[in-house]
């Protein structure tokens, strides 16, 4: 980030999910839940994307057309996830026992200082690193190839109909009365993990987007972004906690042996290596 505004767009990105995380925090404390962390995920990147865009304009430059375009797609995908998953914490009476696992206990047994430390400023930093695509470009006022923007933005859109369609589909089999122990239809039966295989493509193209438009230096920058984020998805608490979870289950095997397990594909057409 060359222009002036960098700096400054970024301290103010900082603020916004600092103010996120402790409000949150505050929710945390008085319920109980410390899974409320989870529904301030996509809305610390909303603030975090608003904040850097008004330091801008008060810096008195203009947003660039990129700039709105990265505001746009971080505020649907951010409002989105956090209305699906604030709902999913509000209809449960317990908190998620990844939590308790993580923290040794529930949050109302534990200190408050291992719960910010370990739950809300871990969250906000990864905010913060994952989130630099969308803070460079709107802080960058530099032209963009525009089909890097193009390409970034069908990645987004693709991820991000993926992933609100396996939320939806996940939601209709929970409430589901007499639901079997697997999901295995719709987006299901193509990925044991499409949720967070759609978040993986959104992250990709906000950062061809935001970092790969705005130049070598900054795409280089900020390619810790999409890389922290799939090893996050895949490797810590996306696929691995989710394979963990259901190992076991009635179908379990047969349901491995026949679907892929993150990138989509038809089960009928899925080669003996895949």
Request: with cysteine; hydrophobic share 55%.
């Amino acid at each position: 980030m060359s222009e002036a505004s960098g700096p400054a767009a970024l301290i103010a990105a900082g603020g916004a999910v600092f103010l996120v995380m402790a409000a949150t925090a505050a929710i945390t404390r008085r319920t109980g839940k410390a899974a409320y962390v989870d529904a301030a995920w996509g809305a610390a990147f909303v603030a975090l994307g608003w904040a850097a865009a008004i330091t801008v304009i008060a810096g008195g430059r203009p947003l660039s057309w990129r700039a709105w375009v990265l505001l746009i797609l971080v505020t649907v995908w951010g409002t989105r996830l956090s209305w699906h998953l604030a709902r999913r914490v509000l209809a449960s009476d317990h908190d998620d026992p990844r939590y308790e696992e993580f923290l040794g206990g529930p949050v109302s047994t534990v200190p408050l200082s291992r719960v910010l430390a370990k739950v809300f400023g871990l969250q906000a930093l990864l905010v913060l690193i994952v989130g630099l695509p969308v803070v460079v470009g709107i802080a960058r006022a530099a032209t963009s190839p525009w089909l890097v923007v193009v390409l970034g933005g069908a990645m987004w859109l693709a991820g991000a109909v993926i992933e609100a369609t396996a939320d939806a589909q996940l939601a209709a089999h929970r409430a589901e009365p007499t639901r079997p122990g697997l999901l295995t239809t719709g987006l299901w039966a193509w990925s044991r993990h499409p949720n967070y295989f759609g978040d993986f493509c959104v992250w990709w193209g906000l950062w061809l987007v935001g970092g790969a438009a705005s130049g070598l230096r900054d795409g280089l920058v900020s390619l810790l972004s999409p890389v922290l984020m799939s090893w996050i998805l895949i490797a810590v608490s996306g696929v691995r906690l989710a394979e963990k979870r259901m190992r076991g289950r009635p179908g379990w095997t047969a349901y491995v042996a026949r679907t892929p397990i993150f990138v989509p594909w038809p089960p009928s057409r899925r080669g003996p290596s895949r």
